[in-house]
């Protein structure tokens, strides 16, 4: 048994605003080998058909894996994707304007003034907060696919101190 799953084995988690909702519960499987050499674990069932699979990595990376040697990781570890899972339903219900930035526009985003969430481990998914307002960066679709119309950009804003930092400030 692979150690990620003795930890987060069997772990329900809440649906990803992207990605189709991501995998319903985390489980371990057989590994898979690439053609490099290394290994990949799948993660947990989707919640929906994909053109990809949710793994772990080699060093314990959570990402995707779109065939051959199509893996892309999105954060470095399960516990950065739990916790953008987390910031991601928290800053929904919590935000006062939501808004989706797709495509090309994704690189016109302005992040000066932002600090990264470190908390989410991003790779090419990242997580950025500012004076009042969240965003998040969703690439690895776009690069699991080859398909830069793929990238998003979800911006919450209208956000107080508590919808930033929770309960403890």
Do not use: K
């Not at 898979?32 to 947990?44: T, V």
Request: proline fraction near 6%.
């Amino acid at each position: 048994m692979a150690s990620y799953e003795r930890v987060w084995g069997g772990l329900i988690l809440p649906p990803s605003p992207h990605y189709d909702g991501g995998p319903r519960a985390l489980s371990g499987d057989v590994p898979e080998r690439l053609e490099s050499g290394a290994w990949l674990f799948e993660a947990g069932a989707q919640r929906t058909a994909l053109p990809y699979s949710f793994v772990i990595g080699p060093d314990g990376d959570f990402g995707l894996h779109a065939g051959a040697e199509d893996w892309v990781p999105l954060h470095s570890s399960i516990e950065g994707w739990v916790e953008a899972l987390s910031l991601a339903d928290h800053a929904r219900r919590c935000a006062r304007t939501t808004t989706t930035l797709t495509g090309a526009a994704v690189d016109d985003l302005d992040l000066d003034g932002f600090e990264a969430v470190p908390e989410v481990a991003g790779i090419t998914d990242t997580w950025w907060r500012g004076t009042d307002s969240l965003i998040a960066v969703y690439r690895g679709e776009a690069e699991a696919m080859h398909a830069p119309q793929c990238r998003t950009a979800t911006i919450y804003t209208g956000l107080n101190d508590w919808g930033l930092r929770g309960l403890d400030t």
